[in-house]
């Protein structure tokens, strides 16, 4: 469980750094003409994603429950707020794979919680 908390959260941090890169101007379009529910988005998940790495990354609690939580409420606005978020079947498709990858994760997650000796 030890060494999969630790890629968990390399896989977090990747997140956290798209979203901070989003807020500095880099993502698919100027931080200026994104819609307000993207902009809310990168600034809640950047922190939520950067300190829920961190506490993966030392195996606390709180990363754990920060993990959880985060994965349910992506899952939440990505389902029943879906389109808030997405306007193209593009975007569409790219949440879709976010869906799945967190899905997958969580999966693995509870696997190894329930096995782990």
Avoid: R
């Amino acid at each position: 469980m030890g060494i999969y908390l630790k890629i968990l959260a390399m896989m977090i941090a990747y997140g956290a750094l798209v979203h901070l890169s989003n807020l500095l101007g880099f993502g698919e379009m100027p931080w200026q003409e994104m819609p307000l529910t993207w902009k809310v988005g990168d600034i809640v998940y950047g922190i939520l994603d950067t300190l829920t790495a961190m506490g993966l990354w030392q195996k606390t609690v709180w990363g754990i429950f920060g993990f959880l939580g985060a994965i349910a409420s992506q899952l939440i606005i990505y389902t029943v707020f879906i389109d808030y978020f997405a306007f193209t079947s593009e975007q569409h498709q790219t949440i879709y794979g976010l869906i799945g990858t967190e899905l997958i994760l969580l999966l693995i997650f509870f696997v190894l919680f329930v096995t782990k000796k």
